[in-house]
């Protein structure tokens, strides 16, 4: 197998890193890819081999068809793409393809930067214009925006979007993120995604890795 031409996706993974949704993502759309494993606490990340490919030294990573793709929305937004076989894009000449769009977007400019502004006690932008996400009370309004009708973002279809997006509201509520858990909307919709079978099989393989 050799990087340029191998329809195997190499996937640079470890289990404690957004490398997990990545993972979901893989199982959802029933890629072949090898996991190539990179442990931190040996600095892996950051040897000339692997900046070469991601010169942030950061996971998730991956290299399909000599091409290396980083940062997690474009990698599942990539695969969603490159395997539509497995029906998780809209086409795209299909009008919702625009709202797919919206949301995977929101995921890492909106959501991601607001809660972790929040959970590490940064004061709010002032004024909160100067910030995209404007203030994490914005975007949960927004987030909930999202799933109305539901169930999922593009309503009776799940997609990629739900894979990024819900990821990362579980991964919020894992770690008591406010305004999330206890919210009868949030939690059906991560029980629900959570329940996937593609769900269950990247969990359990990080588990135990």
Known sequence: MTVEDSE???FYHNPRSRAQMVHW???EVGAPYEILPIEFGQGEHKTPEFLALNPMGKLPTIVHRGTVVTETGAIIAYLADAFREAGLAPALDDPRRG???RWMFFAGTCFEPALLDTM???PPAEPKTIVGYGSYEDVLKALETMLDPGPYILGEEFSA???YVGAEISWAMSFGAPGLKGNPLFDAYVARITDRPAYRRSIGADAAA
């Open 8 to 10: 195997t996706i190499l």
């Open 25 to 27: 993502m893989l199982e």
């Open 99 to 101: 709202t797919w769009l």
């Open 120 to 122: 590490l006690k940064r």
């Open 161 to 163: 979007a739900d894979v």
